[in-house]
């Protein structure tokens, strides 16, 4: 479960918000009740680092190793990078043009 505190609190209470952090992995910090940051565990920054790809890079991951699964069975699949070309030009093409 995430948690909330204030930039104030944070700065107040910088130790307690640590522990806080370390059980709940996450803690939002607001500012003028927006969240401006957030802190993460340590745990939680090295899980995030592992996955070491941007969220692109991960459909792209994903949708090639269904590609090869497909194919394996016989069907045919066009390559995930053809696919994304052709989503963005339909995408742009439907796009308001801009004068």
């Known amino acids: 479960m995430d948690a ?7 700065r ?5 918000v640590l522990r806080r952090v370390d059980v709940e992995r996450v803690v939002t910090v607001e500012r003028g009740g927006r969240p ?13 680092q592992g996955a070491g790809a941007s969220g692109a890079d991960l ?5 090639r190793a269904l590609r090869q699964r497909v194919a394996a069975r016989g069907g045919l699949v ?12 339909e995408r742009d093409d439907d796009a308001p043009r801009l004068r």
């Open 78 to 89: 066009s390559p995930p990078e053809d696919v994304l070309a052709a989503l963005r030009q």
């Open 36 to 48: 401006r940051a957030v802190l993460l565990s340590l745990a939680e920054y090295q899980r995030l």
């Open 4 to 10: 909330l505190v204030s930039a104030t609190e944070l």
């Open 59 to 63: 459909a792209l991951d994903r949708a």
């Open 12 to 16: 107040v209470h910088l130790g307690e």
